[in-house]
Nanobody
Framework: QVQLVESGGGLVQPGGSLRLSCAASGNIFSGYAMGWYRQAPGKQRGMVATITSDGRTNYADSVKGRFTISRDNANNTVYLQMNSLKPEDTAVYSC???????WGQGTQVTVSS
């Protein structure tokens, strides 16, 4: 059974940093592209960053230069390093195995003073 478990969310002041982790189990990690998505209240879920199995990355324009996605294939984990956080980054962040039905449960990130 496939499971994706996110961690690392929380409350942070504007300008601060957080690192999200998504641990995958169930033999679904290697060979698949992975992505981080977010959904703010009253808005549709949108792509934040993606990474292919061989490490190519793509970012939403709103996070370029501030966020970095990476993966550790040996430990079946994908990360999202978030720097220079802004209040508009507040959302539930979820990881996803791209082109599959598998999503994590989400972790709340709140950026507020």
């Amino acid at each position: 059974q496939v499971q994706l478990v996110e961690s690392g969310g929380g409350l942070v002041q504007p300008g601060g940093s957080l690192r999200l982790s998504c641990a995958a189990s169930g033999n679904i990690f290697s060979g698949y592209a992975m992505g981080w998505y977010r959904q703010a209240p009253g808005k549709q879920r949108g792509m934040v960053a993606t990474i292919t199995s061989d490490g190519r990355t793509n970012y939403a324009d709103s996070v370029k230069g501030r966020f970095t996605i990476s993966r550790d294939n040996a430990n079946n984990t994908v990360y999202l390093q978030m720097n220079s956080l802004k209040p508009e980054d507040t959302a539930v962040y979820s990881c996803h195995v791209i082109a599959t039905i598998y999503w994590g449960q989400g972790t709340q990130v709140t950026v507020s003073s």
